[in-house]
């Protein structure tokens, strides 16, 4: 019996859109993977290691980067490196750091969280409305995060503007700042503005390499040196640190240098599929609202079926989709979804809301 997920294996021929992680390795970059060479990179020695956190650095513009296995941990070691327990973590609602990180804020950081804004969004105001008075009485305000693309809200994208204010009043009272970016390169592609300037703002920024990117494993912690210093403990105490891992960064590095032009084709898909299933009976999507790889469908009030029986349905069709509430289902797109597959994936839903 396994000890995760639902004890689901999907179909080889399923379109599989619950998730940007389920890629699996190209034949090129698993190539990559078996030519990397490697070292023990708890010693420091792994060489492709060294390259992709310098690559990843040198990209996001800031002076190092750590190499660590997941999204999760790269989010929980910044939080461990910028707070103490008692302190308090500014954050929009939905955010994975907050609430799909196995309460780690709490058990690993001793962090509380104050929750800000709408739908994963928050204003330079709200930030100032939210920090707590100098006072005993009051947890001292350390950190404010921001999730870039916003994955509860279906991917949506920051405004640069919005978040230069936010780090303006962030600075001016000592707050650090975090960015979320497991789909940091979602939002370079769909907005144009590249990841450097994104990140600027930012004092640790972490992004995955296991989701659209296509790699198997891995995400990195970005920001100064001397953070970064601090972060590396937090990874060895929390059993991140990994000896020949340059196998595994191989594909990272791959992802890195040759994955994020075409985020472009999983933007277009999503949007397409959005369209064609926003003239579906009971379902309210606006296709507007689809900046990046994700398309959350709401279910109508009025609906025949809730959203656990619309993924049910889907499944027997070969479509897998995942719930987001009692009424909301996701799909998401990638590596491993052409257009045409998400043109059926489309259809079949279409086809099964009609019949509903
Ligand atoms: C916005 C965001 N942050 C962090 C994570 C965590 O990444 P991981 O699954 O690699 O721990 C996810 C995973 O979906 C995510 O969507």
Redesign the pocket.
Known sequence: MPVTGDAFSPPLAAIDLR?D?VTRPTAAMREAMARAEVGDDVFGDDPTVNALQEAAAARLGKEAALYVP????A?QIALLTHCRPGDDVLIGDGA??MCLESGGGGALAGVQYSVIGKGGFFTAAEVVAAIKPDNAHYPPTRLCSV?NTH?SSGGRVWQGDQVRAIAEVARARGIALHL?G??LFNAEVASGIPAAQIAAPFDTISF?L??GLGAPVG?LLVGSRDTLVRAHRYRKMLGGGMRQAGIIAAAGLYALTHHIGRLAEDHENARRFAVAVAGAPHVLIDPATVETNIVLLELAASAPLDAEELVRRARERGLLLVTMGRRRVRAVTHLDVDRDACERAAAILVELLRAA
């Open positions: 998730s992680t997941s999204g999760t941990a989010n994975h750091q999730e994955n979320d497991a789909r995955c296991s989701k995400s």
